[in-house]
């Protein structure tokens, strides 16, 4: 895979360069809520300024379905780019029609331009090979060469990731390399102790890499809606928790596979529960009780792990060399049951070893919650993209960029 710095060796000073970037961020009624994936392209758009290219910075945001949706537009994050950079930034209304082209043929050496939601055209996400293709071509004739920078999009096979690469001549962008680097400590190179924590909703959006990791983890902590479905596999009473009732066969079988195996499986002894969901608009005070996991009353619902279980999770992490967290253990969004997760980055911040917040929601709790995101061994821009590399998975756009 060749890297921006092997680029910039060879001079990039006046030609068009396309950062394929993610800058698919969290909106709320038109405001950037967490600029972090901005922030993490700035070293390579950065570089491409400084060495004098035409940069033509693109990305998808949010789910449109294949046509302009103003709710999705990237004009938020072009803006803050602009912001951050200390620069105007040229903004293209479209992707690859008249006012991308006129964007881009207005560039100067060290100016910077930003085409319009790539999934606003149909072709970035179709299944058809040729329909991708095509427009693989339209964004191509915008550019000389090509730099893949959008680490959270690299699981996807889409036009900008996987067919435009091939295109032109390709080299993965600052962000990636550091991803990529990450992520082989987690896999190639691991230190033990090994600890992952893993939350989020729904188990079976984990079971792949769970299964994977039964075989290379030292110890799993499992939290957040997804414990429900395991407390629930021991025979335990959830009540209207979060519940997968079809995957509990499958978390009954990784559970007797680690105790097989010899890796701890560590869940919850204690959770916040209540009989309502917290309002998350407005943030006003949750009525809730703590009760030991086996005791969940059939009425209520678990929303953060407890006391003891903080106090657990940290003594399993205090000691590790290598820490992998993705996913929030509790609903984090609201401060009553905040209190978990928030116990999970403290214990990553004191612990020793190498610490990795694997991207998506539990980045985003870190940085809510007012962590230095500093002081984090590393953390990731693309929580699906980290997941699907640990379950060993080949990624389109990682692939797209090895030849």
Known sequence: MKTIDELLAEGVEGK?????????????????????????VLPTVQALVAAGAKVVVASHLGRPKGAPDP???????????????????????????????????????????????????????????AERGAFADQLAALADVYVGDGFGAVHR????????????????????????GVLKKLTEDVKRPYTVV????????????????????????????????????????????????????VVTEYMERAEKNGVELVLPVDVLVSKDFPDLKTKAPADFQTVDADKIPADQEGLDIGPESRELFASKIADAETVFW?????????PDYAGGTSAVARAL???????????????????????????????????????EYLEGKTLPGLAALED
């Open 71 to 129: 709710q999705f537009s990237l004009l938020p994050a072009a803006e803050r780019l602009g912001e951050l950079l200390g620069a105007p930034v040229a903004f293209a209304q479209d992707t690859v029609g008249p006012a991308a082209h006129d964007a881009v043929d207005g560039l100067q050496p060290g100016q910077v331009a930003v085409v319009e939601n790539l999934r606003f055209n149909a072709g970035e996400t179709a299944k058809d090979d």
């Open 198 to 249: 893993l939350g989020g909703a729904k188990v079976s959006d984990k079971l792949a890499v769970i299964d994977e990791l039964l075989g290379k983890a030292d110890r799993i902590l499992i939290g957040g809606g997804m414990a429900y479905t395991f407390l629930k596999a021991k025979g335990y009473e959830v009540g209207i928790s979060l519940l997968q009732e079809d995957q509990i066969p």
């Open 157 to 180: 096979k889409h036009a900008s990731v996987f067919d435009l690469p091939a295109r032109l001549p390709h080299y993965a962008g600052y962000l990636i390399a550091t991803e990529v």
């Open 326 to 334: 993705n996913g929030p253990v509790g609903v984090a969004e609201h």
């Open 16 to 40: 068009r360069v396309f950062v394929r970037a993610d800058l698919n961020v969290p909106l709320a009624e038109g405001s950037i809520t967490d600029d972090g994936r901005i922030r993490a």
């Open 349 to 387: 911040l004191n612990c020793d070893g190498f610490t990795v917040v694997g991207g998506g929601d539990s980045a985003a709790a870190v940085r809510n919650l007012g962590f230095d995101e500093n002081a984090f061994g590393h953390i990731s821009t693309g929580g699906g993209a980290s997941l």
